[in-house]
């Protein structure tokens, strides 16, 4: 267990830290409820920038796993949301090892050595509001590490990106291109080189560029074009842009934008087969895990301007063919250009070339159509300044074009992304991912069959690999998905009252000749009138906020591993970082946070509701708790526990507030449930930071009801 001092409200600080041994697979989620403000997420030294879409939030989570570690699944869970996507900490996989990621509702991912050795990073976004984490590895020196999540408040195909892309800029007449980017409001703006006319110097950055684009410094991801290299080194568009502009003297990077992946490449140095950055760029595309891609650099490499075709950036167009990417975004040429996807050599190709979006239009004079090409032009412009506006989702993209004010030339294209799911399949998965069965007794898990890409067929489901003694029934035993939603089943487990042991069961759908797979860990737990039982070391489907109507901020209930917290005002433990048994349970903000205030419990109510179980005749409630308080607390500040009949609330247990520091102390307690014998219940475990902000901590754990 972990010790951390916490200094609260105005108090000091100290955090230590812990250990993970070979061979541990940990896992907490931390969901925010009811679109509150994400917790404070630390930074990460080395990472791929990650971009979000309108309306994402998220926080902490915490799943880690090294040496061989092939046996229980674990999940990272947002209660409510549409869609999640992990951060990486580490990923360092050896051999063939790998970790599979699976949407709760659909999409799978799976992580090789290849992907991004060395950096933190986001992966994709998969469907449902969970995702659970399988790892197969036989490598010792093989570990990984989830530190974050995000999450969406809307369906995926929803969650849209722009990014407004734009070169040969600042001229004379950026002055009318800039207000476009206002009005666009995007995520990001890309820089296809040529920004500041005619040197680049940093003086010219600063007087011509930097009056009217300098608004958008903050969201800028650029590259340099052959008129900043009339500056030795380009150094003044490196000083202008600083770390942004990558490494100075090579100028390429890469970030993420939502569900796409940017590759910003310099097409003024060394650029041929086999140099630094070709190398670079075929590692950073082979690394991502994002389902689109686009790049962008200066020179064309198709044109029908002045200057005509490059062949002499061919080497990127291939990688960036081999990769399956989606768009490239150029400028050089001063007119607004739009090929068909191509292949690198100009043949048009439909289904697997790359589409050329060149936006020379920023503000710097025209250049005519007076050169063939060897790809297919779209469409074309010759005579109006604008920018390109990119609107992305995690499958396609539309571009526009914009013109400035008091023109008239408009272009649109749309897209599909090569790697996103484009054709119809499903994914199967579980909640919960565990269940524990006693002798005699019965349990049930919900199947969900996810569709991608419009399938919609009848989906047969069966199971198997169960424990001894243990049958199961799903129904209905076969589903039919919406387009790109998701359809339930229910498997009921049965348990024999010779019944024993556990296994990782396996539930299998087929449509067709295709099948897929999600595991479920089943349990025989104890006998004896045992009804309910959970001591937090698995999910057992717990819900944070099941019925809408928590207020807390900060410091929600979740189940995981709690880190000791000490307040160096009265020199008291408040958060234990012990259990009552095995290492999780259910805890108000288990970390002890990086400063004052953070993690406990804070503006208003948090509650989690238990799976439905039926009370039996006699029913006896135990459990462990332990609650704590600074003398800032009042009795309007509580740790509940209530038994929830259909929609009805009966608290059996209720510790509350004063004026008086309370230490926290693991405890045991009894209720008594035989009123509620027969019946099909859940327990809601609540706490409350109410009325003023006071300093709150509480948990629970080992909570049985029996006979």
């Known amino acids: 267990m972990r010790s951390t001092t916490k200094r609260w409200r105005r108090r000091t600080l100290a955090v230590a830290t812990s250990t993970l041994a070979a061979g541990a697979f940990l896992v907490a989620a931390h969901p925010q409820a009811g679109g509150a403000a994400p917790p404070a997420v630390p930074e990460v030294a080395d990472q791929v920038p990650q971009l979000t879409e309108a309306g994402v939030t998220g926080g902490p989570a915490s799943v880690s796993g090294g040496g061989t570690s092939t046996s229980a699944d674990r999940s990272v869970c947002a209660p409510g949301a549409h869609w999640l996507r992990v951060r990486f900490t580490e990923l360092s996989l050896r051999g063939n090892d790998s970790v599979t990621l699976t949407g709760s509702s659909a999409g799978s991912y799976t992580l090789t050595s290849r992907h991004w050795p060395g950096k933190a990073f986001h992966t994709r976004a998969f469907e449902g509001d ?15 590490a989830i530190d974050a999540y995000q999450a969406g408040d809307r369906p995926l195909a929803a969650a849209t990106t722009t990014v407004a892309a734009v070169g040969d800029v600042c001229g004379s007449s950026c002055n009318q291109t800039a207000p476009l980017i206002k009005n666009m409001n995007p995520q990001a703006l890309i820089l ?44 003044g568009y490196f000083d202008y842009f600083g770390a942004r502009a990558g490494e100075r003297g090579k100028g390429y990077y890469s970030f993420d934008v ?13 650029r041929s087969t086999g140099s630094a950055q070709e190398t670079w760029l075929k590692n950073d595309l082979a690394a991502s895990t994002k389902p689109c891609t686009a790049a962008f650099f200066h020179h064309p490499r198709f044109s029908r301007g002045t200057h005509g075709d490059d ?14 990417a989606d768009l490239v975004v150029v400028g050089h040429d001063h007119n607004y250009q739009r090929y068909a996807p191509s292949r690198p050599d100009g043949t048009r190709d439909d289904a697997n070339g790359v589409r ?7 503000g710097r004079g025209y250049y005519n159509f007076d050169q ?8 074309g412009n010759t005579n109006t300044f604008g920018v390109g506006k990119l609107t992305l989702t995690a499958t396609d993209y539309r571009s526009d074009f914009v013109p400035v004010s008091g023109r008239t030339f408009t272009d649109t294209a749309t897209g599909k992304c090569k790697k996103a799911a484009s054709s119809p399949a499903f994914s199967v998965g579980t909640t919960p991912s565990s269940v524990s069965v006693k002798p005699g007794g019965t349990a049930s898990v919900t199947v969900n069959v996810g569709s991608t890409g419009g399938f919609t067929s009848a989906t047969a489901l069966s199971v198997s690999g169960l424990p001894s003694g243990v049958t199961g029934t799903i129904s209905p035993s076969s589903v039919t998905p919406p387009a790109n939603g998701t359809a339930t089943a229910t498997l009921t487990l049965t348990a024999s009252d010779t019944a024993s042991g556990s296994a990782a069961a396996t539930i299998t759908g087929t449509s067709g000749s295709t099948t897929q797979t999600a595991k479920v860990t089943v349990s025989i737990g104890a006998a004896g009138g045992e009804a309910f039982a959970d001591d937090f070391e698995t999910d057992k489907g717990w819900r944070l906020n099941a019925a809408g109507s928590d207020t807390a901020t900060a410091g929600e209930w979740e189940r995981g591993d709690p880190e000791q917290t000490t307040s160096t005002y009265s020199n008291q433990i408040k958060q ?23 993690n406990d419990l804070d503006g208003g109510a948090s509650s989690m509701a238990s799976p439905a179980f039926t009370v039996p005749a006699g029913g006896k409630l135990t459990f462990s708790y332990t609650f704590a308080h600074g003398d800032n607390a009042t009795s309007a500040d509580y740790l509940r526990i209530r038994v929830l009949d259909g929609t009805t609330p009966t608290t059996v247990f209720e510790k509350t507030g004063s004026a008086t520091e ?23 475990v609540e706490a409350a930071d109410a009325s003023t902000a006071s300093l709150w901590e509480s948990a629970v754990d080992d909570i049985r009801v029996t006979a």
Do not use: M
Request: hydrophobic share 35%; charged share 15%; glycine share 10%.
């Open 130 to 144: 969970c995702v659970r984490v399988s790892a197969a590895l036989s490598d010792p020196a093989s570990r990984f």
């Open 192 to 235: 296809a080189g040529d920004n500041a006319y005619s040197s680049g110097t940093l003086s010219e950055y600063k007087n011509n560029y930097d009056p009217y684009y300098g608004q958008f410094k903050a969201i800028t991801y650029p590259t340099p074009g052959n008129h900043e290299y009339n500056t030795s080194g380009a150094s």
């Open 258 to 270: 939502g569900d796409w992946h940017f590759v910003a490449l310099n097409s003024n140095i060394t």
């Open 311 to 324: 062949s002499s950036v061919t080497p990127f167009f291939q990688a960036l063919y081999n990769a399956k």
């Open 356 to 362: 050329e979006l060149l936006i020379g239009t920023g």
């Open 372 to 379: 063939s090409s060897a790809a297919v032009q779209e469409a």
């Open 576 to 598: 234990r970082g012990d259990t009552t048994s095995g290492v999780n349970c259910l805890v108000t903000g288990r970390l002890a946070g990086s400063e004052y205030g953070v």
């Open 662 to 684: 309370v230490a926290g102390v693991w405890q045991n307690a009894t209720a008594d449930l035989s009123s509620f014998a027969g019946r099909s219940v859940r327990l809601l």
